[in-house]
């Protein structure tokens, strides 16, 4: 696989050494200020759609559907089995995020900033972010907290650094949280969730994903700040949704309450390989077509 350009953010695959089947048109790429404009006046007239990715082939079949492509750090737990998101490195998220950028064509591509890369102060978090942008050619980048984060969030976003937001249940978070529960369930938690989202929409962010709360706290949050809301276990009032792709796939037996599975890739892999497993101990593959004869 070649690139062509690899000093612009638009990258083209190379479909003649390349077993991938690219977008043949040219497709123009959404923006970070098309998304933030499809909210006016506190409404969204067209929900934003939004799907994690890891590499480029997944990438480019979700891209013609998606809004946004999200190279979130649950590839730590989906792709290389770690147990939480908390190991997760730059050099991940860097890799990963330039597969998706390459595979895709259309979709925004916003890159989740890893545990311990930016919270120490805005000055990390801009090296860190530049990283990010500069070896990937994602968009954006997504990180976690709210109020916290704010004068983060305001330091890259003034520098040229679209921000993404993430509020109420934050995964990286897990070793304060104790785990993965709904956020929100007392009046006090309640609102700090709404005032983080308002801080992160003040502080410049385009966007904010609701994670894990109860859902009269995501329809407050849609209502009370004027860029979109992404929501995921939050409500269908959200600007937005996204989901981990694997999950909605149905790749994995246990998922969190708020997947819905719109397919059973498990099945659908077991089912392939037991077959692969069988005709190749019966000596049935490969067969004819798979294989090279010499010429006469
Ligand atoms: O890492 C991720 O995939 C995420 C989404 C679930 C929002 O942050």
Redesign the pocket.
Known sequence: MRLRGSMSTTYTLDTSTSRANPTPAPMRRLTVPKIRARKVDGVTAEPIVML?AYTARQAQLLDPHCDLL?V???LGQVIYGLPS?VPVTMEMMANHAAAVVRGSYHAVVVV?MPFGAYEASPGTAFAAAARLLKESGAAAV?LEGGEAMAETVAFLTQRGIPVMG?VGLT?QAVNVLGGYAARGRSDAEAAKIVGDAKALEEAGAFAV?V?GVLEPIAIEVTKSISCPTIG?GASAQCDGQ?L?TEDMLGMFERVPRFVKKYGDIAATIGETAAQYAKEVRARSFPGPEQLYQPKD
Do not use: Q
């Open positions: 994690t999200l979130g750090d649950s998101t989740d997504k993430h995964p994903v994670e995921i996204v981990v």
